[in-house]
């Protein structure tokens, strides 16, 4: 997934389809609208494969309006542990930001992912964050995690910074927590370098994720069924090319 930068906070997709982004476009003229296009090696979320280890296009749209408020989404081409073939999966998220006059930002709202041929897997989130020139954290709570009717806390911080000859680098890391079920309990992180040149994004990310129960033979998809008992920490590189609009 690509790193991106909005002001004040660098966001994760997550509530509103894209669909439904022309009624929010309607509602204010002033909203500032960007997107991107574009491929991965293998689209990771919070350090576990959607796209059964296999590369994925992505298409995503954010909007941020005058007032505070904020919108988005994406749609991949993905594809769950048990599928055979690739199917539509949709991400999207909405909500309100503020920023204080001690250059700290506030943020709150909804998160919402759809899976096109797997329904039982959507699932909601509510979210809160907190950020400081190129630092952020956030909280996550969702009743009904990935479908699995267990209760999940999800927490990360972000950061990053620009280097030398138009590189930056950023960092992710975050946990899993399932009051439940301890096996469904994770730590995971991404540490990766980027770069942009007229419009073009390209970055190199790698991703890790340590599990504290039984993972499926190589821990890195969902819907996979346990077959072994495991802490090891399972790492992969990942490569995306995207367009920005």
Not at 15 to 42: K, M, P
Not at 169 to 174: E, V
Not at 201 to 217: E, K, N, T
Request: charged fraction near 15%; hydrophobic fraction near 40%; proline fraction near 3%.
């Amino acid at each position: 997934m690509f790193l991106r930068m909005p002001q004040p906070f660098l966001r994760q997709a997550g509530t509103l389809a894209l669909t439904g982004l022309a009624c929010i476009l309607a509602a204010s003229a002033q909203a500032q609208v960007s997107g991107s296009a574009g491929v991965v090696s293998d689209y990771m979320y919070r350090g576990i494969s959607l796209s059964s280890g296999k590369p994925a296009a992505r298409l995503s749209i954010d909007v941020d309006g005058a007032q505070g408020w904020f919108a988005g989404g994406q749609v991949v081409s993905g594809q769950l542990a048990p599928q055979s073939h690739r199917n539509a999966q949709w991400l999207g998220y909405a909500g309100y930001a503020e920023r204080l006059q001690s250059g700290w930002s506030w943020e709150a709202g909804l998160s919402a992912y759809a899976f096109h041929a797997a329904p039982d897997w959507n699932f909601r989130e509510v979210f809160v964050g907190m950020a400081f020139e190129n630092y952020s954290a956030r909280l996550h709570y969702s009743p009904d995690y990935l479908g699995f009717r267990e209760r999940t806390l999800y927490a990360e911080l972000n950061g990053g910074a620009a280097l030398a000859a138009g590189w930056r680098y950023f960092w992710r890391g975050g946990y899993l927590a399932a009051p439940g079920n301890a096996d469904s309990s994770r730590a995971e992180g991404r540490v990766g370098i980027g770069t942009g040149f007229e419009g073009w994004q390209m970055q190199l990310s790698l991703d890790a994720v340590r599990r504290r129960g039984r993972v499926a033979g190589t821990g890195t998809g969902y819907g996979s069924s346990a077959s072994e008992t495991s802490s090891k920490v399972h790492s992969k590189l990942v490569l995306g090319l995207a367009r920005s609009f």
